[in-house]
């Protein structure tokens, strides 16, 4: 019980500036983009401690140390388009591999990263590590190092909505090992389901064409690969595009922007379900997103000249 009081309060919406790592597949969607701008544009929130390249393997990389490599350039490309080549140095390059087992790390310099920021913090002070691809370099981290569960605290998109009959996801499901070991551990963790919550976070060409297009470089390549990724994915011109990373940002900004709640750590399993005890401890769970107000705000953001 004193260990669940204890992690319920760090679970709490944080209150201030946070220290955070941003651990991102950057080149497997758009969404990553979006995200990664989006937390650099709100400097009264975020300082910005580390960016880690995240595997992950589809038609766009063959295999994860490819997929992490590509996230790596793709994360400098962005900090280019935004004139922030000052953060290179805290570009970090992450797994090669998924996790074999639930025992052994996979160690990367981003593992590696954020160990030592984590045993940085002072007694009270907690490092938030932002995790939007699979969560393999998280995994190893706490691994390397079982300690820094008391910390950090993990944000994570990942998984799909506990309504949902089951919980076959991307993010998740490139390692379900590493899942199973962030929610198994006692690290404090606030989810952000795929499927069933944040797949509500979508936006169309019009919308695109009209608020970002034309507005400056960072804008105009977000608003390019946006429309190139989704006519792959859709044939007709009403289409939407989910930028689901966007949500993870968001958690932190505005009460308004989204709800959640207090629920029992999920136990992943190895056939993409869920199963729960109420022997775990506890996690957040984000329920519902207010679509409109996250994106207007991202939007304001975006467009906005510093």
Not at 13 to 19: A, F, L, N, R, S
Not at 70 to 77: G, L, P, Q, R, V
Not at 279 to 286: E, L, P, S, T
């Amino acid at each position: 019980m004193v260990q669940n009081y204890e992690i319920i309060k760090r679970l709490e919406k944080p209150k201030g500036k946070v220290k955070a790592i941003l651990d991102t597949d950057t080149y497997n969607e758009i969404d990553d983009q979006f995200a990664l701008a989006y937390m650099l544009k709100c400097p009264e929130k975020f300082q910005v401690m580390g960016i880690h390249a995240a595997p992950f393997s589809n038609d766009k990389a063959d295999n994860p140390k490819l997929g992490m490599l590509k996230s790596y350039d793709e994360i400098k490309n962005i900090l280019r388009l935004m004139g922030r080549q000052d953060l290179f140095h805290i570009v970090y390059k992450g797994s090669e591999t998924y996790l074999r087992d639930e025992e052994t790390p996979v160690i990367s310099p981003a593992a590696e990263n954020l160990v030592r920021l984590a045993n940085e913090m002072y007694i009270g002070e907690y490092l938030y590590v932002i995790a939007i691809g699979a969560i393999t370099n998280v995994a190893s981290a706490l691994l390397i190092d079982p300690s820094i569960k008391d910390k950090i605290v993990v944000v994570w998109l990942g998984g799909n909505a506990y309504h949902m009959n089951h919980n076959r996801e991307f993010n998740l499901g490139q390692d379900i090992a590493a899942g199973r070991v962030v929610f198994g551990c006692g690290v404090p963790v606030v989810q952000l389901p795929c499927a069933g919550v944040v797949d509500k976070l979508t936006i169309s060409q019009p919308e695109i064409e009209y608020w970002l297009k034309g507005k400056n470089p960072l804008c105009d390549y977000l608003s390019d690969i946006t429309i190139k990724e989704a006519k792959r994915y859709s044939n007709i011109p009403t289409w939407t595009r989910v930028i689901w990373d966007v949500a993870a940002i968001a958690w932190f900004l505005d009460d308004d922007f989204m709800q959640d709640r207090l629920e029992y750590s999920p136990i992943p399993t190895y056939d993409h379900k869920v199963a729960f005890s109420k022997d775990r401890h506890m996690i957040r769970y984000v329920y519902n997103i207010n679509r409109d107000k996250i994106i207007n705000h991202l939007i304001s953001r975006l467009t906005a000249d510093s």
